[in-house]
């Protein structure tokens, strides 16, 4: 299939697509939600039950999804369109490029407001948590949430960092941040690797990652191991099929998106090694789920040897996940409003990222000034995380394998994925049947049926 126009942009070679769609995948969830959930979840139980579903799951859903966007050319909700014309379909397919960039719009919101926090305390970091204790932490982040300037502040800070990127275009803007945040990242976590070898209790973080215990191994931490396989990878949001769009046609799927399963899967398990290790050499607990981050680490900062250098490097490191993926948000949207409606690009970017801003103050406000306001017992953080990652990503994921795996023509599928004989049907059998299958399970137990 050509593209619609003879003019469209790509990635100026394959390495800089992995970059990019890396970064895309490598954000908060690989540094801030894979830890807490691994401790959480039993260590080494939910560690190798996540690669297994990453690799069975997580992968083949990438390619069918990266497939999409390089057949279709164009943005999600055109993409969708053509490929489901070219499989003789009904163009009600486009439903997935919708779907894809209200959920990217919607989290871009609330991502932008958390990524804030982390800015917070990259400041913070850079005067020392010295001296300070359990109480005096706890604090610190309750009365970050409670101050609207703050919170709004930041978020409008990370999202002008975000505008100031993609509004350079896709070589020019994302192509050129990715080449350098992406080297930067893998650098600043293999530093803190090395200090947990050198100063922490690096053999106390593999035991507790790796050494397997069956009987850790519940249906709850199946299903947590499986939803985050989905979720790490940036699947049912249009990045990636945004991101394949812009994808040269001699470019092989399959090894790209092994480098970028790779990548995203390194990077979260050699952070969750840095950062038990740290954990344990201090004592602390690693169950603490979300507070791991913003409370515990900044507790065994402050009492280790060069705490203060590594607490920077570590809030350096999230800020840079935290910005490479929020980028990644806004192109889908940008994309759409470009090729459909002849907008310029500046102004396309200016405006998503606006849309963006304005619904983050009210997410920021829903912590302190708006936290009474709240629908179906949410308040507005909440609501809008539920209806992105709970129901509109899962939606997306579904309706992606299910197209891939049975509506479009076998020959076409064959053609952009370039696999063949039983590596072809593993793929193929695994997107038809095993997919579907995992999601519906992932719906379900995110949203409490199950598990």
């Known amino acids: 299939m050509s593209s619609p126009s003879g003019a469209r942009a790509h990635w100026s070679n394959r ?93 871009l919101s609330f991502y932008s407001v958390v990524a804030g926090w982390i800015l917070d305390y990259t400041v913070l970091a850079t005067q020392g948590f010295s001296g300070l204790g359990k109480a005096e932490l706890e604090n610190i982040f309750t009365g970050l949430l409670a101050d609207p300037w703050r919170l ?101 799927i399959t090894r790209t998106c092994l480098y970028i399963m790779l990548a995203d899967t390194g990077i979260a398990l050699l952070a969750g090694l840095s950062i038990f290790a740290i954990v344990f050499a201090q004592g602390l607990e690693p169950a603490a789920g979300p507070g791991l981050i913003l409370q515990t680490l900044p507790l065994a900062f402050a009492q280790m040897p060069l705490g203060k250098l590594v607490g920077v490097l570590f809030f350096v490191l999230v800020s840079f996940a935290a910005w490479t993926s929020a980028i990644s948000l806004i192109e889908p949207a940008t994309s759409f409003l470009v090729e459909r409606f002849a907008i310029g690009r500046k102004a396309a970017v200016a405006a998503v990222c606006f849309v963006a801003w304005f619904i983050g103050i009210a997410v920021a406000l829903s912590f302190n000034l708006w936290s009474e306001i709240k629908l179906f017992g949410l308040n507005i953080f909440d609501l809008l995380d539920t209806l992105t990652t709970k129901m509109l990503m899962p939606l997306a994921g579904l309706l992606i394998a299910l197209f891939a795996g049975w509506v479009m023509k076998r020959p076409h599928v064959m053609e952009e994925i370039g696999l063949t004989g039983g590596a072809f049907r593993f793929w193929h059998g695994t997107v038809r049947y095993v997919s579907p299958v995992a999601i519906m399970l992932i719906f379900l137990n995110v949203i409490g049926v199950i598990g």
Request: charged share 10%.
């Open 15 to 107: 390495w800089a697509f992995i970059l990019v769609t890396a970064g895309s995948a490598i954000g908060l969830g690989n540094i801030w939600k894979f830890p807490y959930m691994t401790g959480t979840n039993g260590g080494s139980a939910f560690v190798l039950i996540y690669l297994a579903c990453i690799i069975g799951i997580g992968l083949p859903l990438l390619m069918a999804e990266t497939m999409l966007g390089r057949r279709g050319q164009s943005n999600p909700v055109d993409a969708m369109r053509s490929v489901a014309e070219e499989a003789g379909a009904g163009r009600w397919w486009q439903v997935i490029g919708i779907i894809g960039i209200l959920g990217a719009s919607l989290i």
């Open 152 to 252: 709004v502040g930041w978020h409008s800070a990370f999202m002008l960092l975000n505008l100031i990127v993609v509004i350079g275009g896709v070589t020019g803007g994302i192509e050129r941040a990715n080449k350098i945040l992406m080297p930067a990242l893998f650098a600043i976590v293999l530093l803190l690797l090395g200090y947990g070898i050198a100063a922490a209790d690096m053999p106390a973080a593999i035991r507790f990652m790796f050494h397997f215990e069956p009987q850790a191994i519940s249906a709850p931490v199946i299903l947590a191991a499986m939803g985050h396989a989905f979720f790490t990878l940036s699947l049912g949001m249009g990045a990636i099929m945004t991101y394949g769009s812009y994808l040269e046609r001699g470019t092989s």
